[in-house]
């Protein structure tokens, strides 16, 4: 296989380990802090989680020289989107396990939680993880949005375990793939099948964060890698003066990523659906909001610009909420019916005629593509699949209608000419940066740390991320303590909260401090690719919104 230079030179780096884990791996200890409880719904996550829940906060783990620790086999699965950085979780595990104990095995399940029910494994050796060392990708064993969730899946996962003799399972995913960990270790221990179940927080999305998960991993590099895409838009858009660019990014939900990107690349307009859900914002309000930037700029003779959009965004506006819920419900209950409509004008008629009367206006106004968009196949869990629908080009679609009325009333005297684009898969592999590359490496190595001690039901934490790496902390995070109840498929369901831009924190305030001054003038900045070599303040930056979170 023909190696790029640049992936050449990443497998000799050598991720950064905080002071605290570098020590002789024989002995460890993990200074429990007395018993947690979760956010919200206590007494019923307690019930639900007899066995786990109310485990202590482990703050730090320390490590002293002993006698050998005994070989163990370790399971690890990733599971969900690609974030970058995976691969070094695996070789961080990989390198705790074999200095506590060389004759220590890493079985690495294959194509996601699929792979354990189907008992499809590979053996994780030095020769193969020494070629994923570093990279972007998950590619070393794939993976896959299965849910393990089922009392049958469990006790094939049970199975499986048994078969190559795996006390630990290292689950490498985010909210959803950590909530099922955190009721398979209920199980297991409910069990006594004497497996635990350590999670490691991954997701590009940056939603799965607490006050003790500061950051998801892939969330650095993924926002760089936009930023550095959307200044060279910029860059473009100053020097030839002609085209507004819609730019929507992934991020299923929250608007961390779009968040990040705005305060790298200061753009013109940047939506967070947080403050647009607060704010009862309608569809027409937004298209009005963009429409006075547009105009305004276009008379200090700047027809051009750059908005960024939120992939999650339709699902924050109240109307399309309310119309998104509507359709999901009526596709879940009527799924056979709907199937046999084969042609779109009877399905959408059908919808029509189910829809409420407020629903079935909103959705005749839309334009016949978004239609269609939100007819599409539902994820897993019965949702509309956000990142399929062309929001930007809905609203190119609304502020161009707005403008062309705008002209003929000669309230508008410019030039509005749209260029839409789609960021997501292009930042979810990148190689990872420093940080990600050091921060997966760490919490790899300390799931090593967690499993190894016996504990279940807990997530791999490094704190401190804002700082240099040798001050990062490591512990762990008990799930339930990230939990609260849930409605789920009209069930209420314990699981981890998802993270959503806080909008009394120091990022959004910082963004809203700013935002009008981008929103007029051409404040752009161009943060370039992610250097992996280079001056420290370069190469070891930290994303914009951890350091303002950390201060
Ligand atoms: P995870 O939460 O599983 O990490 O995935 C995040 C994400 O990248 C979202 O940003 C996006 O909406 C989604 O995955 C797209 O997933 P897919 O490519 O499977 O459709």
């Known amino acids: 296989m023909t190696h790029s230079p640049l992936q050449t030179a990443r497998y000799k780096y050598e991720p950064k380990l905080p002071e605290v884990l570098k020590g002789n791996i024989q002995k460890i200890g993990i200074n429990p802090q007395g018993s947690t409880h979760s956010e919200s719904d ?12 109310g485990a202590p906060f482990i703050e730090t783990v320390s490590l002293q020289e002993g006698t050998q620790s005994v070989s163990i086999n370790i399971g690890v699965v990733l599971s969900g989107g690609q974030a970058p950085g995976g691969h070094n979780v695996i070789s961080g595990l990989f390198d705790a396990m074999k200095k506590a104990n060389p004759e220590s095995r890493l079985i690495g399940f294959m194509g996601g939680p699929s792979g354990i029910l189907e008992n499809k494994i590979v053996d994780l050796d030095s020769e193969i993880i020494d070629q994923f060392r570093n990279t972007g990708g998950f590619d070393i064993i794939g993976s896959g949005r299965t849910k393990l969730e089922s009392i049958e899946q469990f006790d094939i996962c049970e199975d499986v375990c048994k078969l190559h003799d795996i006390s630990s399972l290292i689950i490498v995913g985010g909210d959803d793939s950590n909530t099922n960990g955190a009721v398979l270790a209920e199980y297991f221990k409910q069990k006594n099948s004497g497996i635990s179940v350590i999670g490691v927080p991954k997701t590009i999305d940056g939603d799965l964060k607490s006050k003790y998960i500061e950051v998801s991993f892939g969330f650095d590099t993924a926002t760089k890698t936009y930023s550095e895409l959307i200044g060279n838009i910029e860059k473009d858009a100053n020097s030839a003066k002609k085209y507004w660019h819609f730019i929507k990014l992934m991020g ?19 939506l967070i659906s947080e403050e647009i859900e607060h704010t009862h914002k309608s569809l027409t309000d937004i298209v009005m909001d963009m429409v006075s930037i547009i105009v305004k700029r276009s008379e200090l003779g700047s027809n051009y610009g750059i908005v960024l959009i939120p992939e999650g965004l339709i699902e924050f506006i109240p109307e399309m909420k309310e119309l998104i819920t509507e359709l999901n419900t009526l596709l879940a209950e009527h799924e056979e019916h709907f199937g046999s409509l084969h042609s779109f004008e009877d399905q959408s008629r059908w919808i029509n005629r189910e829809l409420s009367r407020d629903s079935s206006y909103i959705f005749s106004s839309l334009p016949n593509n978004i239609q269609r968009q939100l007819l599409m196949d539902r994820d897993p869990h019965g949702n509309v699949q956000v990142s399929r629908i062309e929001t930007e080009k809905l609203l190119i679609q609304m502020v161009s209608s707005r403008l062309d009325e705008m002209k003929s009333e000669g309230k508008f005297k410019g030039t509005f000419s749209p260029q839409d684009h789609f960021f997501g898969y292009e930042g979810r592999c990148a190689f990872p940066s420093n940080f990600d590359a050091d921060y997966c490496y760490s919490l790899g190595y300390n799931s090593y740390i967690l499993a190894a001690s016996g504990i279940t039901g807990y997530i791999s934490s490094i704190r401190n991320t804002a700082k240099p790496v040798k001050e990062w902390t490591a512990g762990g995070v008990p799930v339930t303590m990230m939990m609260n109840l849930e409605q789920r498929h009209g069930k209420m369901k314990p699981v981890i909260k998802k993270a959503m831009v806080d909008l009394e924190g120091n990022p959004f305030n910082e963004f809203l401090s700013k935002r009008n001054i981008w929103a007029i003038k051409s404040s752009y900045v161009f943060p370039g690719a992610i250097q992996y070599f280079g001056p420290s303040e370069v190469c070891n930056a930290t994303s914009i919104t951890l350091q303002l979170e950390g201060e």
Do not use: D, G
């Open 252 to 270: 299923r939900s929250a608007s961390h990523i779009c968040l990040e990107c705005a305060l790298q690349t200061h753009p013109n307009i940047a």
């Open 42 to 53: 206590q007494k019923e996550l307690e019930k639900l989680f007899p066995r786990t829940y």
